[in-house]
């Protein structure tokens, strides 16, 4: 059975869909405004491991994650840089793709960004304002915190620690300090019509209208960073819960630990970055970056350091070894065989182990671990393996690789 820890409840779970055989699974795509590094993709390979056990487990899975194109940082730097909005996202959106292939994320039926998305997030807005759970402001449309009463669930804000009454030193001009704007009025490129005035979106509408557009009004799971809980899936909650009235918007919310780097978050601010593309031309394969990614839970810190590197390398390699000496003997298995029960019987200890782990909370670590063991374990009776042993031992190690996502020539 598997269970997930779920941020809404603070325990772990078990996870049962809402139907049966299916399960919808909305994820917080990036934000454009630059180029996303390998620590970004740590959340990704997660949730793709995640989705790819799902499939494993025979459920029919619709993903969906949305492109925050449109945004106040995006539309700052590309007027800094004299560019379209479209003009300057356009190379990062390509090269995020080009990244989530390469390491062979399995993308989204829906990749949606926020900028094709304008209508479902105007309905989304107009909903609210009839429902009074939106006011219009002099510089844009804002959410009424104070009329949603489960507002904090998430992110654990008590409702006697947020503060009473409109802040003083405000810039905007909300009602109260934690009003969150939908809709920002704007004469400036980029803008769309709006039946309060040209604007553009605010950022956590977007998730909102773009799960709902694509999954209905509730789903199983919403996955993001940790940095996503609060406000961002607060907000997100807020504003589905108050538009539709029902509840849970998403039944299970999962939240990655990002990737530091020499115990710094990995940041293009502090400029510690490392790229995918560029730590594949530098040699480390789509699947040893996998390995390094999944060789600590989701919850669990990892460092981006030699030696963290390293250990993934060194899995990488050992699993790529076994796997290659079980090929070549299935091409031309000399061995008299260690009978096909034996194989079959390390195999579905090792298939137990690995489920077990995963369903554990996603834990990598010892998936990944049971995945090596048995790879190893079959490399060392190799020599004495038929041919068809070798290839049965190959098909159960593919198995295991489907779920961690590892690439397979
Ligand atoms: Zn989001």
Known sequence: ???????????????????????????????????????????????????????????????????????????????????????????????FLLDMAALNIQRPQVVA????????IISLISKLV??????????????RVRKFRGYGKLGEIRRNAIKEGR?????????????????????????WKSPWGRGRPGWHIECSAIAMKYLGERMDLHCGGTDNIFPHHENEIAQSEAASGKMPFAKYWLHARHLTIRKRKMSKRTGNVAYVHELILEGYTPNCLRFFLLSRGYRSKLDYNEKTLGEGMGFCRAFGKCVKKLKEI??????????????????????????????????????????????????RLSHKMSSKEAGIALGGLRKMGFVLGLKWD
């Open 1 to 95: 059975m598997l269970k997930l820890f779920n941020t809404l409840s603070r325990k772990k779970e078990e996870f049962a869909p809402r139907e049966p055989d299916r399960v919808s699974l909305y994820t917080c795509g990036p934000s454009v405004y630059n180029y996303s590094h390998i620590g970004n993709f740590r959340t990704y390979v997660f949730w793709d491991v995640l989705k790819r056990y799902l499939k494993y487990k025979r459920y029919r899975v619709r993903h969906v994650m949305n492109i925050t194109d449109v945004e106040d940082k995006t539309v700052r730097m590309a007027r800094k840089e004299g560019k379209e909005l479209q003009e300057f996202v356009k190379p990062k959106i390509a090269r």
């Open 113 to 120: 960004p926020v900028s094709k998305n304008i209508p479902a």
């Open 130 to 143: 009839a429902k009074k759970y939106a006011y219009v402001a002099s510089d844009g449309v804002y959410f």
């Open 167 to 191: 802040n003083r030193f405000d810039d905007y001009d909300r009602r109260y300090v934690r009003d969150f704007c939908l809709w920002k009025f704007s004469d400036k490129e980029p803008n």
């Open 330 to 379: 299935r091409g031309s298995g000399k061995g008299n065989g260690i009978g096909k029960g034996m194989v079959l019987r390390i195999l579905a200890i090792a298939i137990g182990r690995f489920e077990r782990a995963i369903e554990s909370d996603l834990n990598t670590r010892r998936a990944l671990l049971a995945a090596l063991e048995v790879a190893n374990e079959c490399g």
